[in-house]
């Protein structure tokens, strides 16, 4: 199957507990949030969409020619923003939509195509990337959120538990990784315009409140969600001075 056309579109608001202004840090002399979109641009997006409801953003986006909808700025999640910029810009229910996180500048291009890819091929309403745990701290971090898949690749759970429970190993032994059973979710998604706005529609589901994990929302909901692993290893965001630091290294480096 040859690549599908996709859009992405990138959510991004100022503000942040931990990195006030985050989009807006300078990372090898450019706003991060042009890093993210260059990342996009590489995938072959047939367009990029930074959607903010800060007007600084806006035109640090708009002063280098990236695409910009501005949003309300009551909304309470980046599927919210997305679905409002999926109406103001006109696309059609069947296009496919990759949502990719404004702090993820170093995001490889292969994954935005992969996870577009994999909706495509999957017949999934919404599909999303993982990659293998490999240090049992990670099993162990409730900010590492892990996906538990059936035999096709389609997930059955996310959680910020230690799932599965390896019940006899880490009774005797919780400093490994006992097998190739963890999979860390990448907060990466694909999904038909259509099915983003039905998905933002819908009221918060119980376990989406109890694990504050918004995809559980449409999997609880009945949504089949596809699960592929990452084509390349996908680097942790930006949420930190040290991480600002990391990935300047990491761009240097290329």
């Excluded at 996870?115 to 590492?144: C, K, R, Y």
């Excluded at 032994?173 to 998905?199: E, S, T």
């Excluded at 819908?202 to 949504?223: F, K, T, Y």
């Amino acid at each position: 199957m040859t690549q599908p056309e996709f859009v992405v579109a990138i959510p991004a608001r100022y503000g942040s507990t931990r990195l006030p202004g985050k989009p807006l840090r300078l990372i090898a002399g450019e706003p991060m949030i042009v890093h993210v979109a260059r990342r996009a641009q590489e995938a072959g997006a047939t367009a990029v969409v930074v959607a903010t409801d800060d007007a600084r953003i806006a035109a640090a986006v708009s002063a280098l020619g990236l695409g910009v909808c501005m949003t309300s700025d009551r909304h309470v999640s980046g599927t919210d923003r997305l679905a409002e910029t999926a109406e103001r810009m006109g696309w059609t229910d069947d296009c496919i939509v990759v949502n990719l996180q404004g702090d993820e500048p170093l995001a490889p291009p292969s994954a935005l195509r992969e996870v577009a890819m994999a909706l495509a091929q999957s017949g999934a309403q919404l599909t999303t990337l993982a990659q293998p745990i490999m240090h049992s701290d990670e099993i162990f971090d409730p900010n590492a959120v892990k996906v538990v898949c059936n035999a096709k690749g389609d997930a059955l759970y996310f959680s910020r538990a230690a799932l599965p429970w390896a019940r006899d190993d880490f009774a005797q032994n919780r400093l490994q990784v006992p097998g190739p059973h963890w999979w860390r979710h990448i907060g990466l998604y694909a999904y038909r315009a259509g099915d983003l706005k039905a998905f933002a529609a819908m009221p918060p589901g119980r376990l989406e409140q109890i694990e504050s994990l918004e995809q559980l929302r449409v999997l609880e909901a009945g949504w089949r969600i596809a699960v592929r692993l990452s084509p390349a290893p996908f680097p942790a965001g930006v949420d930190t001075e040290a991480d600002l630091l990391r990935v300047e290294a990491a761009l240097a480096a290329r």
